[in-house]
């Protein structure tokens, strides 16, 4: 039998009938036809998928493991998604929640080309939390954008990342915009003598996104923004084998939309090579639990294969007040992200309110971690 593949689905339904619907979906996941119509044997054996294991979870839910061939994957992301859910996402009743993967196939994905250390390495933080910020809001044109992005340097960031609104707007060209920040964070390191990383937002099609690395290339930036639920999660592995020198950060925008586990998509997202990946921290604006967002860290984070270690960005609605609260959670192992509370300060303020936050993640004691 070929290699497979171990699927975890939350099912919702019957006592009754639970065993005949795992089995629907084993099929409906492999091969997708009746089993009566499939006459060769090797079909039968390596790739129609097999039902492993199912435990009632109570209420009417129950979890189902399902092993699917992993020869069915090839080399394509894209192709992961759609042998994981493609069509039981269209049926109401189903969560993708977790999959376990073959070693030959985490190996042909790769992982982070940087991943953690890379980051540290870059920033020149061993020790600490990595600290981030964001540029916005939508309609400042490039120039505001580059003042913006002037002053969070000038206060010690780590990182600082387009919005992921950000494409290319009349009001805000990409081109234009990326040379601004690039040359900004550059000025700014003139005077500090420390360089903070510009990481643009990529947009358009794949080509598009190819020509626009090469543009952040020239002005020697080297990390930049995809979000992998918009462009593809084949954009991002391609672009990223494509460009290994490059890091590269993913937006959960949209990844809130389907029924799909969030640590299952941000280890997927490290699996394509997401470098660090953002997602909506707990008592932010988006109601993640604790819970999930310690699964996500430990996903991105922990063992898998011989896969460098991704770094998780909590965001959504967070300040710098709640920064001794998040490195308590996570640890040092983390890329603390504030937008709008930073841009929140008085102009003239800015790079004096980003430099405490800076401060704070530099000065907190790590000791014993909550997550």
Not at 43 to 56: H, N, P, R, S, T
């Amino acid at each position: 039998m070929s290699a497979r593949m171990i699927v975890s689905y939350r099912v919702r339904g019957d006592a009754r009938a639970i065993e005949g619907r795992a089995r629907d979906i084993a099929v409906e996941q492999s091969v997708e036809m009746p089993i009566s119509a499939i006459h060769e044997a090797s079909i039968l054996a390596d790739i129609v998928g097999q039902v492993e294991k199912i435990q009632d979870r109570g209420g009417g839910w129950f979890d189902v493991d399902i092993a699917l061939a992993a020869s069915t994957i090839g080399a394509d992301a894209g192709q992961l998604i759609n042998m994981l859910f493609g069509n039981t996402s269209l049926h109401d009743d189903v969560v993708l929640c977790d999959v376990s993967l073959p070693a030959d196939l985490l190996a042909t994905f790769g992982g982070p080309g940087q991943g953690l250390a890379g980051l540290r390495r870059r920033a020149g933080a061993q020790d600490r939390a990595l600290t981030c910020s964001a540029l916005k809001p939508q309609g400042l044109p490039a120039d505001a954008l580059a003042e913006l992005a002037f002053e969070l340097a000038l206060g010690g960031l780590d990182f600082i990342k387009d919005d992921h609104g950000l494409a290319d707007q009349s009001y805000s060209p990409f081109e234009a915009r990326l040379r601004a920040c690039a040359n900004a964070v550059r000025r700014a390191a003139a005077i500090t003598g420390r360089r903070t990383r510009y990481a643009p937002s990529l947009c358009g099609h794949f080509g598009e996104m190819q020509r626009q690395i090469g543009l952040a290339r020239d002005e020697g930036i080297d990390m930049v923004l995809i979000a992998p639920m918009i462009a593809g999660v084949s954009t991002l592995q391609g672009l990223a084998q494509a460009n290994p020198d490059f890091a590269f950060m993913t937006h959960p925008t949209m990844s809130g939309a389907a029924r799909i586990s969030p640590a299952l998509l941000a280890r997927l997202f490290r699996l394509f090579g997401a470098d660090a990946a953002i997602f909506p921290n707990h008592g932010g604006r988006f109601g993640s639990s604790k819970e999930t967002c310690g699964d996500i860290a430990a996903g991105l984070r922990g063992p898998w294969g011989d896969m460098r270690a991704s770094v998780p960005a909590p965001a959504g609605g967070m300040t710098p007040q709640r920064v001794p609260e998040m490195l308590r959670f996570y640890g040092k192992d983390v890329m603390l992200l504030i937008g709008g509370a930073l841009l929140s300060a008085p102009r003239d303020e800015l790079a004096a309110e980003t430099a405490r936050f800076v401060r704070a993640a530099a000065e907190h004691d790590y000791g014993e971690t909550d997550a």
